[in-house]
């Protein structure tokens, strides 16, 4: 056998390429089974993932929304029975009624039931036994299932409502047995406490039906198992029957223990002899409950089925592959040779300084032709450095030329020279715009410094002038002067445009700007110069005959001159600024403000002459009102004098009056306490009711206690009749007399009763006294 080296290059190319694409196949087959099998594990993760996460979302939405629609009513029933709207022997009827329209609105709720505290509701539960809707107690309990109206009596709804009340917080039950339109079926409630003032008044509650949970989701799961596990490991919703109920996975402890996280997990578990990758994802049903999980269940020989099958599908392609890469090396060899000779001859010249050769340009696409194509490069390259370095010498200094390659030794050496001679071109047409940029900023400052002159008597006229100019000058599009108000308090201080040119702002239609509002406000605050080039849509916007568009520069400058701040300009364009225009505008911007500040002096100068002129005059109306003053108040003191000489003498009368009503007044205290020691005296009141007696009348009547008549009517003695004819005269200011039989216990004796009147000057009565006058017996 030949050795390797010694063998033709039409027989090289086939084993090399053979036993390479061998090797390289054979690590490529090795790197792919490796990961494949964590590669199906990771998607089939994924996918049951998100199936539990669909699933489970999907029951927590229609549960959730079940109990929002369940809270939401509880809070009404409770306010329809705090509240005493409705009275309480209609109550059951119209909850009936509220419930059943509930029920047809709410296509989430499946049924309906509420049960309530014995005799809570309207306390005549013993008038409602096995009423519509009332238990064997008459404790009101419906359950309405699509119109039908039954009573909760032995379901098990009467246990959740005794663990509702006892734990006082909104529950989903376990998975329960019940009758359903006569047939039984599994179901698990959600139950909401009712509250009325804090006080536990009873529970409202709905039913969800498994089968049709189950149903709901089993689309979505796909060929997995899934399965709703409450979260003490309870299974709720399976599609095995059977399954529902009792603790989920045999009561794994593994899985059981680590519901407590309320976290995602997932792992290989052992179950009935099969080995299974299992999900467990979260869900959040109803207020204050510890998460429930959804479940999916994967078999691990599916997961790895497809893994399998592509592996014996990568290593057949793979031998495929290694015969037909032989096959086309021996092709592809036969061909290359007859085109190394051409290759070859076109070196041999360009070694011999020859480049105005001519290669075809119309090669293969293999090795050979782009070692053509990249001679045919090479000489066209050294033409073009040819032509290049005889335009420099003739001064082109702006003609191009592209390296060969980054290591064209040549061509850099020729475009660094051109380099050097364009910088020096560069540097004198710098130092010259330079010049021009400084002589533009010198003209324009004199030209405003003349414009601040004029018109510094009138804010408006000025700010125009300004804006107006500066607009012209800079060439920009539009602008606007901000200037702060005069306002006393820091709170009222505005920016208000007193100028503006081609403007048209839409966020400030009131042209006035609150310190720090906006960009305008901003810039005030912060003191600084804001300028942009990504300006927010509709922020400004530049009209023109041709419509509207948002500009390219916006240039917010604060008018500010020895750290105090008069106002804002704000200049837009539609091109961008030059720095030696933002450098103009911060130094004509100190000149403004300054020519602001004087302004202002300027006119509050003028505005407090004005007023001063105005104060002389009113202080001259004051001053001739003073006089008149002085002289009617020594008119007025004279008057005064007068008048407390009269008042003098009239304080005297009356000290006179008073004394001789004293005395008139204790003369007559001594007549009443005559009368009222030594005759039989009764005192009443306008009223008619006894307000004092004397000793003497007790004494007729055996000494007998005064509470005995104090605090009694005067019908009490002598009937309704004679009281109220007395009083009809003694009303009117008349004296009233009768005779009246009194037996005082000891004897009977016949009183002349004498009712007095007691009134004011303007005739109203103001008290009574009776004297009484035995005419037989004491006296």
């Not at 792919?32 to 999907?58: H, M, Q």
């Not at 009712?194 to 039913?207: A, P, Q």
């Not at 916007?541 to 804002?568: H, Q, Y």
């Not at 205290?669 to 009348?697: D, G, R």
């Amino acid at each position: 056998m030949k050795k390797y080296r010694d063998l033709s290059v039409k027989v090289k190319a086939p084993v090399m390429m053979g036993m390479a694409s061998f090797t390289v196949l054979a690590l490529v087959c090795l790197a792919l089974l490796v990961p494949l099998r964590n590669t199906s594990l990771e998607d089939s993760s994924k996918i049951a993932e998100l199936l539990a996460s669909n699933s489970g979302e999907r029951l927590a939405v229609t549960i959730n929304g079940a109990a929002d629609v369940l809270r939401a009513y509880s809070g009404v029933i409770a306010n329809m029975i705090a509240s005493d709207l409705i009275p309480h022997e209609k109550m059951r009827n119209y909850l009936l009624g509220s419930m059943e329209m509930m029920l047809q609105r709410e296509e989430k709720l499946h049924d309906l039931w509420c049960m309530f505290e014995p005799n809570l509701l309207d306390g005549m539960d013993s008038l409602f036994i096995h009423h519509t809707g009332s238990n064997s107690q008459g404790v009101f309990a419906p359950w309405l299932i699509g119109g039908k109206l039954t009573v909760i009596e032995n379901r098990d709804d009467a246990d959740l409502y005794y663990l509702t009340k006892k734990t006082k917080q909104e529950m989903i039950s376990k998975p329960y047995w019940t009758e359903m339109n006569g047939k039984k079926i599994h179901v698990f409630s959600v139950v909401v406490p009712i509250f009325v003032h804090d006080s536990f008044i009873g529970v409202l509650g709905t039913d969800f039906e498994v089968s049709e949970m189950y149903h709901m989701i089993a689309s979505l799961s796909g060929n997995t198992v899934g399965k709703l596990v409450s979260n003490d490991g309870i299974v709720t919703v399976h599609r095995e029957p059977e399954c529902i109920g009792i603790l989920t996975d045999s009561g794994n402890r593994e899985i059981i223990d680590r519901f407590a996280d309320g976290k995602m997990f997932k792992g290989f578990y052992q179950f009935e002899g099969q080995e299974l990758f299992k999900v467990f994802v979260p869900i959040h049903l109803g207020e204050g409950n510890a998460p429930w999980f959804y479940a999916v269940d994967i078999p691990v020989k599916d997961i790895y089925a497809t893994s399998r099958t592509t592996a014996a599908y990568l290593i057949a392609y793979c031998l495929a592959g290694v015969a037909l890469i032989a096959l086309a090396g021996w092709g592809l060899t036969k061909n290359i040779l007859k085109d190394v000779i051409s290759v070859t001859d076109i070196i041999r010249q360009l070694s011999s300084g020859r480049i105005n050769l001519h290669i075809d340009e119309q090669q293969k696409s293999d090795e050979i032709g782009v070692m053509k194509n990249e001679l045919r490069r090479l000489v066209e390259g050294l033409n073009r450095t040819a032509g290049f370095a005889h335009n420099i010498g003739e001064g082109n200094l702006n003609a191009d030329y592209r390296l060969l390659s980054a290591d064209d030794a040549l061509g850099a050496s020729l475009l660094e020279m051109r380099q050097s001679l364009q910088d020096a071109e560069k540097e004198h047409s710098l130092r010259a715009r330079e010049e021009e940029q400084r002589n533009w900023g010198t003209s324009g400052l004199a030209k405003f410094a003349e414009i601040l002159r004029r018109n510094n008597d009138n804010m408006e006229v000025l700010s125009y002038n300004i804006i107006s100019n500066m607009v012209k000058y800079l060439d920009a599009n539009q602008g606007g002067i901000f200037v702060l108000n005069e306002a006393e308090f820091e709170e009222e201080k505005l920016l208000e445009m007193t100028a503006c040119y081609a403007f048209d702002r839409k966020k400030f239609a009131e042209k006035q700007i609150h310190l720090g509002e906006g960009l305008v406000g901003t810039c005030y605050l912060e003191g600084e110069t804001i300028y942009m080039t990504d300006i927010p849509d509709e922020y400004v916007t530049i009209t023109s005959g041709l419509g509207d568009a948002n500009p390219r520069a916006l240039l917010i400058c604060p008018l500010k001159v020895n750290d105090e701040i008069f106002g804002v300009i704000e200049l837009a364009s539609f091109r961008e600024f030059e720095p030696y225009q933002l450098d103009f505008v911060q130094k004509l911007s100190e000149s403004i403000a300054a020519t602001i500040s004087s302004v202002r002096v300027n006119i509050r100068t003028e505005r407090l002459l004005s007023q001063t002129q105005l104060q002389t005059e009113e202080m001259a109306n004051v001053e001739e009102e003073l006089r008149q003053n002085m002289e009617e108040m020594q008119a007025t003191q004279e008057d005064m004098r007068r008048r407390e000489i009269e008042l003098s003498e009239t304080l005297t009368k009356m000290q006179e009056m008073q004394a001789a009503g004293e005395e008139k007044e204790y003369e007559m205290q001594q007549f009443y306490n005559t009368i009222f020691e030594t005759c039989n005296v009764v005192e009443f009141s306008t009223e008619a009711v006894i307000t004092n007696v004397n000793q003497n009348l007790l004494s007729i009547f055996n000494n007998a206690d005064r509470d005995t008549f104090v605090g009694k009517c005067a019908s009490d003695f002598i009937g309704e009749e004679a009281s109220e004819t007395a009083w009809s005269y003694l009303s009117k200011g008349k004296f009233y007399e009768d005779v009246q039989t009194v037996n005082t216990g000891a004897e009977t004796l016949v009183i002349r009763q004498k009712f007095v009147p007691i009134c004011n000057k303007q005739g109203q009565l103001k008290r009574v006294f009776l004297l009484a006058l035995p005419e037989n017996g004491r006296g």
